[in-house]
């Protein structure tokens, strides 16, 4: 079951980092950049869940609680630098289901979702942040990865493709699926992006990229992230 998010957020960075976190995690994402925009696409079609900023260009935040919540029982965190308690106690008894002051980190985010989600009887399982096969260590949560021991070092875009491997470890992954998660929904046909990363990636992580033992391809399908399973079975 794919959960469907809708970002509503001014900051170009902060937007973009969410977006690409929860992308990674294998969350369908949208994004708008006001209270006309959200309203719209709201009305079109409603998400699993609504993260919502408060200081948007053309209001408040807190109207689109408000409007929100006399139709419909979407689970809404509100992400914003405001920290009064009594504004916090206004938008949670206006329907809020939770406050995330900013800045916060990816993983108390991802935490807090799967609390609001589970309150509405939809359950996701912890995410995936640690793996280890062979000598390479990937900790998605610290953004560290070692190989024998050895910090290194990914561009972000190089860091997403292997976070999004991680999170399906063992598993195929589609060139289409990685497009989409990584680079967005009209990546989809770039698959010349997808090969230029995955070279670059072997290249620091492998001791003979054209000979992988953890970054595996799947002939014109996709790649997958070995794992232990692979040794079992002579791969």
């Known amino acids: 079951m794919t959960i469907r998010v809708l970002i509503v957020e001014d900051d170009k960075e902060i937007r973009k980092l969410i977006h690409a976190s929860l992308s990674v995690e294998g969350f369908e994402v949208q994004t708008a950049t006001s209270i006309s925009e959200a309203s719209a696409m709201l009305q079109h079609a409603l998400p699993d869940l609504l993260l919502l900023d408060l200081g948007l260009p053309d209001g408040d935040g807190e109207q689109l609680v408000r409007q929100l919540r006399t139709q419909h029982n979407l689970p809404i965190l509100i992400i914003s630098a405001r920290h009064q308690e009594t504004q916090k106690i206004r938008l949670l008894d206006a329907g809020a289901d939770d406050f995330l002051v900013k800045p916060f980190s990816v993983p108390e985010l991802l935490a807090r979702m799967r609390v609001a989600l589970r309150h509405r009887g939809t359950r996701l399982a912890a995410a995936i942040t640690e793996?280890?096969?062979?000598?390479?260590?990937?900790?998605?949560?610290?953004?560290?990865?070692?190989?024998?021991?050895?910090?290194?070092?990914?561009?972000?875009?190089?860091?997403?493709?292997?976070?999004?491997?991680?999170?399906?470890?063992?598993?195929?992954?589609?060139?289409?699926?990685?497009?989409?998660?990584?680079?967005?929904?009209?990546?989809?046909?770039?698959?010349?992006?997808?090969?230029?990363?995955?070279?670059?990636?072997?290249?620091?992580?492998?001791?003979?990229?054209?000979?992988?033992?953890?970054?595996?391809?799947?002939?014109?399908?996709?790649?997958?992230?070995?794992?232990?399973?692979?040794?079992?079975?002579?791969?």
């Open 131 to 235: 793996y280890t096969h062979l000598d390479l260590f990937i900790d998605l949560a610290k953004h560290a990865v070692t190989l024998r021991g050895q910090t290194i070092h990914l561009t972000p875009t190089e860091f997403n493709l292997l976070a999004r491997l991680v999170r399906s470890a063992g598993y195929l992954v589609t060139h289409r699926q990685l497009l989409s998660d990584v680079w967005g929904p009209e990546y989809v046909e770039h698959t010349h992006y997808l090969r230029l990363y995955m070279a670059q990636l072997r290249a620091k992580i492998e001791d003979h990229p054209a000979e992988p033992r953890y970054l595996l391809t799947e002939t014109g399908v996709g790649y997958r992230l070995a794992t232990s399973d692979d040794n079992a079975n002579g791969n």
